[in-house]
C-alpha cells in the first residue's frame, strides 16, 4: 500500500507562513508535539479503564530524543496510535474554513499561540523548526497495521505502511538549517523545563547519573556505584492538582522552592480550586516582600492541562495580584486568542473576580484568626492590600474591614478603629476628621511631637503606594481628609473654633515679620507671623499639603508637570507668642535682631533636617557666639 495525496489547505503555502510569521515563538514546536504525546497516552488509559482496550499498557513513559548526527528530534510516545486513515483523517485535513481570511487575519501576528491553537494547527508547529516529518504510528485496535507518514513541508505527503510494531505514535523531525540550535542538550532540556515540566505522564528526556548503594565496602559501610538513568524531566502530580486536604505546608513551600529556588519562603499561599461555572486549580503564593522596587511582575505561570502556556497572566489575574507568585491552571480560558478578545471573555472576567474574592477571603480570614500575627506580616501584606484597594473596588469593599493602619508608635488600627480613636481630639470644626501621617517619622519628628502632645494620633504612611492610598482614603471615608504633619503648624493642621491669639500688636507683627524676611533672603520662604501656643516652637517650616501633593505626584511621574517645575514653597510660621519673638524685638540694633532671627529660623531647618552645607557651618559659628 502505498499513496500520495494533498493536505486539504485551501491555500499551498500554509508553511511558508507559519514559518515566517511564527518565528520567534518556534521553540513551541516541542510543547505541541509533547502534549499531543501525552494527550494520546492519556486516551489509551481511558480507554483500558473503560475496558475498551484489554491489552498490556506497559511502560507509557513518553521519550523525547534527538540525533546530532541525522539532524533529527524524536517524540516518541505509548499512547493509542493511528492507522493510517486516521492520520489522513486528523492529520491531513486541516479543516479550517478560509485559508486567505486566515492568511490575512494573521500576517501581523506576534505570537505563534495566537494562531496555532486556534487552527488546530499543533501539530504543523513542527515545520516551523523541520524541513522533513516523519510519523510511525500502530495504533491500538486489533489488527490494525502500522502505518508511515512522511511530509517534507509541501501541501504533498506520502503515505504507506510501516514497520512499528509496539503500540503508539514516533514523531521524526528532520530539522531544518536555521534551527539547528534545537539539536543541542541543554536547549531541548531548557525547553522541556519550560512546558513540559507539569505534564501527567513522565516524559524521558536522556538520562542522567544516579548514585546509588551497592553492597558494603572492606569496612562494612555501604558501598556507591554511578549508574546511569531515565532522565525524568517532569512531575507528573504537581501540587494544585493535589486536594489541599492531602497536603501539608511542607508540600507548599516545597513547591514554592521549586519554583523560585532563589526566593525567601512565601508569607502564606491559597489553594485554588473550582470546577463551577469554569475550571480552574492553582496555588497564589505571597511573596517576601524584600524591597518594594524590587517587586516582580509575571510570577505568576499560567498552565492548560499541566501544559505551560505563559508567565503573562494580565487579564486573568486582577492587576494588583500580579506580584503574587505561583501557578493558575485552567483549560476554560482561551489561551490562543488575543488580548482583546481575552479581556471580553466572560469567564476570564469570572475568573479574575473569583480570585480577588478569594484573596480577600484568605486575608480576611488571617486576620479574624490570629491578629498578632497577621499585624506582624502586615508589612509585606499590606502592599498587596492597598494596591488591591487602590485600584479595584470590589476589593477595597472587602479589605476595608481587615487593612491596617499603623501610627508612629507601631500600634495597627483597622479604619473603623482608626476613625473611633481619633475622631474625638482630630475633628475639625467643619466637622471633618483629619488623619495625620507622616511619611518619614525619623525626619519629621518635631511635627510628630507637638502633634503627640496636642494628643492627636499620627499615622506612618511612609511607601510609595501610600500616597495613592491617601487619596483612595480620602475618596472612600466620609468627612475625613489627610495631612501630613508638617503641612502647617500644630494648631492650625486641625482647624478649630478656639484659637489662641497672639499677644504682638499690629506694629509689632509687621516688625517681626520684616525682620524675619530680611534675615532669611529667600524668595522660596513666605513669613507669617501667628498667635501659637507659647509652648509651641518659636519658627516652623511647613509646606502646605496640597501643594506638597502635587509636587509629589509630579516627581514620581503621575503628571501634574507643572507642579514640578515650580519651586519649592515653604511657609515659615513665627510663633508671636514665643518669648524668643520678645528678646528679638527687644534686642539693641537692627544686626542684632537679624542675628537672633536668623539662629531662630536655621534652629528650625536643622530640626527638620533642611540645614545643611555653608548654612550649617554658618549656623554652628553663630551658636557659638551666641553662647
Ligand atoms: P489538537 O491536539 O489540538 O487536536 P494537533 O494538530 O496537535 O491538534 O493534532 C491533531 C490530531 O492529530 C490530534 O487531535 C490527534 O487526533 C492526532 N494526533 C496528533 N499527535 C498524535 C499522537 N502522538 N498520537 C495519536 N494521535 C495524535
Ligand atoms: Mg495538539
Known amino acids: 500500500m502505498q499513496e500520495k495525496g494533498t493536505i486539504s489547505i485551501h491555500t499551498e503555502n500554509i508553511f511558508p507562513i507559519i514559518k515566517k510569521f511564527l518565528y520567534s515563538d518556534n521553540e513551541i514546536f516541542l510543547r505541541e508535539l ?13 480507554l483500558a479503564t473503560l475496558g475498551q482496550y484489554t491489552g498490556d499498557l506497559g511502560d507509557l513513559t513518553v521519550e523525547v530524543s534527538f540525533d546530532k548526527e541525522k539532524k533529527t528530534i524524536t517524540i516518541a510516545d505509548k499512547g493509542l496510535g493511528m492507522t493510517a486513515d486516521e492520520i489522513k483523517k486528523y492529520i491531513n485535513q486541516i479543516a479550517f474554513s478560509g485559508a486567505t481570511e486566515f492568511v490575512e487575519k494573521f500576517k501581523d501576528a506576534k505570537d505563534a499561540n495566537e494562531i496555532i491553537g486556534k487552527f488546530g494547527l499543533g501539530f504543523y508547529s513542527a515545520f516551523m523548526v523541520a524541513h522533513r516529518v516523519d510519523i510511525h504510528s500502530l495504533s491500538y485496535q486489533e489488527g490494525a497495521k502500522p502505518a508511515k507518514w512522511t511530509c517534507d513541508g509541501s501541501t504533498s505527503f506520502e503515505i504507506s505502511e510501516g514497520d512499528r510494531t509496539e503500540r503508539g505514535t514516533e514523531i521524526v523531525l528532520h530539522i531544518n538549517e536555521e534551527s539547528e540550535e534545537f539539536l543541542d542538550k541543554w536547549k531541548l532540556q531548557e525547553i522541556l523545563d519550560k512546558y513540559c515540566k507539569f505534564l501527567p505522564i513522565p516524559i524521558k528526556f536522556e538520562t542522567k547519573t544516579e548514585n546509588v548503594e551497592d553492597g558494603k565496602d572492606d569496612e562494612g559501610n555501604p558501598a556507591y556505584k554511578s549508574v546511569e538513568v531515565d532522565n525524568i524531566i517532569n512531575t507528573t502530580q504537581p501540587i494544585w492538582t493535589k486536594a489541599p486536604s492531602d497536603l501539608k505546608d511542607e508540600d507548599y513551600l516545597a513547591f514554592y522552592k521549586e519554583l523560585y529556588p532563589m526566593s525567601e519562603d512565601p508569607l502564606f499561599w491559597i489553594h485554588l480550586n473550582v470546577d463551577y461555572p469554569f475550571n480552574l486549580t492553582g496555588v497564589l503564593y505571597f511573596p517576601k516582600v524584600k524591597n518594594e522596587f524590587e517587586l516582580q511582575r509575571n510570577k505568576i505561570k499560567l498552565f492548560s492541562r499541566q501544559v505551560f502556556i505563559t508567565d503573562e497572566v494580565k487579564d486573568i489575574v486582577p492587576e494588583f495580584l500580579m506580584l503574587l507568585h505561583g501557578v493558575i491552571d485552567s483549560p476554560d480560558i482561551p489561551l490562543n486568542v488575543s488580548r482583546s478578545f481575552l479581556q471580553a471573555d466572560g469567564n476570564v472576567k469570572k475568573i479574575n473576580s473569583y480570585i480577588t474574592k478569594k484573596v480577600a477571603d484568605k486575608l480576611s480570614e488571617l486576620f479574624k484568626k490570629d491578629r498578632v500575627s497577621y499585624e506582624s506580616k502586615w508589612n509585606d501584606i499590606g502592599l498587596f492590600v492597598k494596591y488591591g484597594m487602590v485600584s479595584e473596588d470590589k476589593f477595597y469593599d472587602k479589605a476595608k474591614d481587615f487593612a491596617l493602619l499603623k501610627n508612629t508608635k507601631g500600634e495597627f488600627y483597622t479604619l473603623p478603629e482608626y476613625q473611633e480613636k481619633v475622631k474625638a481630639a482630630q475633628t475639625d470644626k467643619d466637622e471633618q476628621t483629619i488623619f495625620l501621617y507622616s511619611t518619614d517619622p525619623e525626619k519629621q519628628n518635631t511635627f510628630i511631637e507637638s502633634a503627640n502632645k496636642k494628643d492627636y494620633d499620627v499615622l506612618a504612611l511612609d511607601s510609595p503606594i501610600d500616597s495613592h492610598f491617601i487619596n483612595n482614603l480620602e475618596q472612600k471615608l466620609e ?43 529667600n524668595q522660596s520662604y513666605t513669613v507669617e507671623v501667628e498667635g501659637l501656643s507659647p509652648e509651641e516652637l518659636p519658627v516652623t517650616i511647613t509646606m502646605e499639603e496640597f501643594m506638597r501633593r502635587m509636587k509629589d505626584m509630579a516627581q514620581t511621574g503621575g503628571g501634574m508637570g507643572f507642579y514640578g517645575a515650580m519651586p519649592d514653597n515653604y511657609k515659615v510660621a513665627i510663633n508671636g507668642n514665643h518669648k524668643i519673638i520678645d528678646k528679638i524685638l527687644k534686642a539693641e540694633g537692627e544686626e542684632e535682631k537679624g542675628r537672633l532671627a536668623k539662629q531662630a529660623f536655621d534652629l528650625a531647618k536643622l530640626s527638620q533636617g533642611m540645614l545643611s552645607g555653608k548654612d550649617l557651618t554658618e549656623f554652628v559659628k553663630r551658636s557659638v557666639d551666641l553662647i
Open 479 to 521: 468627612k475625613t481628609s489627610l495631612k501630613r504633619v508638617d503641612a502647617d503648624v500644630v494648631d492650625k493642621l486641625i482647624k478649630k473654633e478656639e484659637s489662641t491669639s497672639n499677644v504682638l500688636t499690629e506694629e509689632q507683627s509687621k516688625q517681626v515679620k520684616e525682620v524675619f524676611e530680611k534675615a532669611i533672603a
Open 34 to 46: 509533547v502534549s499531543n504525546a501525552v494527550d494520546a497516552t492519556q486516551k489509551v488509559k481511558r
